[in-house]
């Protein structure tokens, strides 16, 4: 029961709207003819979680409770890829694309994809960087102030004081002792 209720209260549990989101991109990707590896790199940026978590959570769980979607999404895929092949026939030109075909494009699109997605994953390894290096600095600052506190002349005056004050009464209860033995 233990090893349940610590699953169970994990902070980074899947949730079954994490589960939505992550079903949602995977199928979109299928639907479009993209793959897997792709929705799980969007699903990743979108949830907080690496790729390889969402692979595993869409494979082991999630799969299973989306199979009718999963066909649909596919028949979706063979009609899209009969209107690309349909619009393949019709010529576009875009001056950056060196070839301007629909397929052209679509792999350029792809690729730029491709692209926000790396430059997603990067800014969110920054972010967490940034945020690790505050907690660093946060833990600097208080040590610091700490050390301050500690070197305080102030602080050391007051203990100065006290000390001088107890060393002068034993020394005062020390000449009254060695008074008392000469007499």
């Not at 978590?53 to 895929?77: E, M, T």
């Not at 092949?85 to 875009?94: E, I, K, Q, T």
């Not at 660093?136 to 002349?153: C, G, I, V």
């Not at 020394?171 to 008392?180: D, N, P, S, T, V």
Request: glycine letters at 4%; one cysteine or more; a neutral charge.
């Amino acid at each position: 029961m233990e090893t349940v209720e610590r699953w169970t209260t994990r902070s980074d549990a899947w949730t079954p709207d994490d589960d939505r989101k992550l079903a949602d991109i995977v199928l979109r990707h299928i639907r479009e003819g993209s793959t897997q590896l792709n929705a799980f790199v969007e699903a990743a940026n979108l949830l907080g979680r690496t790729p390889a978590a969402c692979g595993y959570r869409w494979n082991g769980v999630v799969r299973r409770s989306y199979s009718d979607d999963i066909k649909q999404a596919k028949l979706d895929k063979k009609t899209h890829a009969t209107l690309k092949g349909h619009f393949a026939r019709r010529r576009v030109w875009y001056p950056e694309l060196e070839d301007s075909s629909i397929e052209g494009i679509i792999r350029a699109l792809k690729q730029h994809e491709r692209l926000y997605y790396e430059l997603q994953e990067q800014n969110r390894e920054m972010q967490e960087r940034i945020n690790s290096l505050q907690q660093e600095l946060e833990q600097l600052q208080y040590a610091n102030r700490q050390l301050r506190e500690q070197a305080d002349p102030s602080n050391g005056t007051d203990q100065l004081a006290e000390d001088s004050k107890t060393l002068l009464a034993i020394m005062e209860r020390a000449r009254k002792l060695l008074e008392a033995e000469g007499k």
